[in-house]
């Protein structure tokens, strides 16, 4: 975080641990801080907790003594995310929503919201190495701005953030991590899904290589003990096939809409799972060949996240 001293930053504060001791260090660095708490859209009738989140977030402002701001990003997240998301499993693909919720809004609507307000850099609690990187949700953004985004805990240990929560006294010092899909909060995307979309289409609910029950399903009339994985699905006949085996992956995987943060490296690692392993392989074109067979099925709809020595250095969305 070098010359930031006297600089505006505007930091998306979550009412999160993470965020706070990111203002907290910004801070201590010198830098003019504003707390921005990003009011996204919820689900009507669900469970909410943005104003809960919103409140944390405005107390650890007022204990570092920083001005706040609410961004209501409402209308974009609704369109670039949820409209997104739905379409997607109506097609029968399972999409990343995170992944459009940091390009579209944290990343797209409130840089340009902190730049109209006079913001020389905005500032997020993401990680992006260890244990909690969230880099994989990172490919999408556009390179000048990922580039000049701050992560002051970024390469930290989660243990050693909430060392520094207490020891800056913040109020959410002690607060449990987050569980769910961005802005979803508490509310599970199966359960969104189902409210949306309904509950008479497994081919839409489910995913290619999901474990799952075959209790409650339509048209099975009794559940052989499994465990049971989809492998195959058709949307418009409202079916999924299921197989006691996942189906042997193949070592290719092609994807569409990449994004690269340089020119892309023929040799590469991929992921194309949130916390699944990196692979190693090549890169030509829309296609990425792994040296070895793929552990599981490539969801399409999903990203596949290419690195260098740990490094992200582009991705895409497997096709």
Same mark, same amino acid.
């Given at each position: 975080?070098? $010359?930031?001293?006297?600089k505006r930053v505007f930091v998306g504060l979550s009412g999160g641990v993470d965020s706070a001791v990111s203002a907290a260090l910004l801070q201590r660095a010198g830098a003019e801080v504003t707390g921005?708490?990003?009011?996204?859209?919820?689900?009507?009738?669900?469970?909410?907790?943005?104003?809960?989140?919103?409140?944390?977030?405005?107390?650890?402002?007022?204990r570092l003594h920083i001005p706040f701001l609410t961004f209501d990003a409402s209308a974009e997240y609704k369109k670039s995310v949820i409209d997104y998301l739905l379409a997607e499993y109506r097609a029968g693909r399972t999409p990343n929503p995170d992944v459009m919720c940091n390009r579209e809004v944290k990343f797209g609507a409130f840089y340009r919201f902190a730049k109209a307000h006079g913001a020389d850099a905005i500032a997020m609690g993401h990680?992006?190495?260890?244990?909690?990187?969230?880099?994989?949700?990172?490919?999408?953004?556009?390179?000048d701005i990922l580039n000049t985004t701050l992560f002051p805990v970024g390469e930290m240990k989660k243990s050693e953030v909430r060392a520094l929560a207490q020891k800056f006294d913040l109020p959410v010092a002690k607060k449990r991590d987050s569980q769910g899909v961005c802005f979803l909060g508490s509310v599970s995307v199966q359960e969104f899904l189902?409210?949306? !979309?309904?509950?008479? $289409?497994?081919?839409?609910?489910?995913?290619?290589?999901?474990?799952?029950? !075959?209790?409650? !399903?339509?048209?099975?009339?009794?559940?052989?003990?499994?465990?049971?994985?989809?492998?195959?699905?058709?949307?418009?006949?409202?079916?999924?096939?299921?197989?006691?085996?996942?189906?042997?992956?193949?070592?290719?995987?092609?994807?569409?809409?990449? $994004?690269?943060?340089?020119?892309?490296?023929?040799?590469?690692e991929a992921q194309y799972r949130y916390r699944g392993p990196r692979v190693k392989g090549h890169v030509a074109g829309g296609l990425f060949a792994s040296s070895e067979p793929l552990q599981e099925i490539p969801t399409p709809g999903q990203s596949v996240v290419f690195y260098n020595d740990g490094d992200l250095i582009g991705g895409g969305i497997i096709s």
């Open positions: 975080m070098e $010359n930031i001293r006297e921005v708490f990003i009011k996204g859209w919820y689900p009507p009738g669900m469970p909410c907790t943005w104003a809960a989140e919103r409140r944390d977030a405005m107390r650890v402002a007022a990680y992006r190495a260890g244990e909690k990187d969230q880099s994989y949700f990172l490919w999408a953004v556009p390179k189902q409210k949306e !979309l309904g509950t008479d $289409n497994p081919a839409i609910l489910y995913t290619l290589g999901q474990r799952i029950s !075959l209790d409650g !399903l339509p048209c099975v009339a009794s559940a052989e003990q499994g465990p049971w994985y989809v492998v195959s699905k058709d949307v418009a006949k409202k079916e999924i096939q299921v197989s006691k085996t996942r189906m042997p992956a193949e070592q290719k995987i092609s994807f569409a809409d990449a $994004n690269w943060f340089g020119e892309p490296i023929t040799i590469t």
